[in-house]
């Protein structure tokens, strides 16, 4: 199968010598393009999202022991007072992942703005 585009008066030149082909039109190809790129934009935006909040739960993790030439080793520890907000900030944020990635594997709807 051969793929041919012509102009609107081509089509209409050719159209009357054979009847039995169909014609696209270049505009239409075109439109088709638009969609399909609007909507891997709005894919990659929901993939982002995604990859930032699961980026932004390491963030709160707590880094790794550093230990010294001198051999002393250093841990992080949150003040006393905050130990509880980290927690609970860690324990909201990887209950919140499973929403944002569920999200990024849903199809977009028509009209989405994202």
């Given at each position: ?26 505009s ?33 993790l ?6 010294l ?15 509880l907000?980290?927690?609970r ?24 703005k994202?």
């Open positions: 199968m051969s793929i041919y585009i012509y102009t609107a008066a081509e089509i209409k030149e050719r159209a009357g010598a054979n009847p039995e082909c169909e014609f696209v039109l270049a239409d190809f075109k439109a088709r393009i638009d969609v399909m790129d609007r909507a891997l934009f709005i894919e990659n935006l929901k993939f982002e999202g995604a990859i930032k909040h699961l980026t932004a739960i390491t963030s709160m707590a880094p790794e022991n550093i230990q030439p001198d051999g002393r080793v250093l841990e992080f520890s949150p003040p006393a007072h905050s130990a907000a980290y927690w900030g860690l324990s909201t944020a990887i209950r919140a992942a499973r929403d944002h990635v569920e999200a990024a594997q849903q199809p977009a709807a028509d009209g989405d994202s």
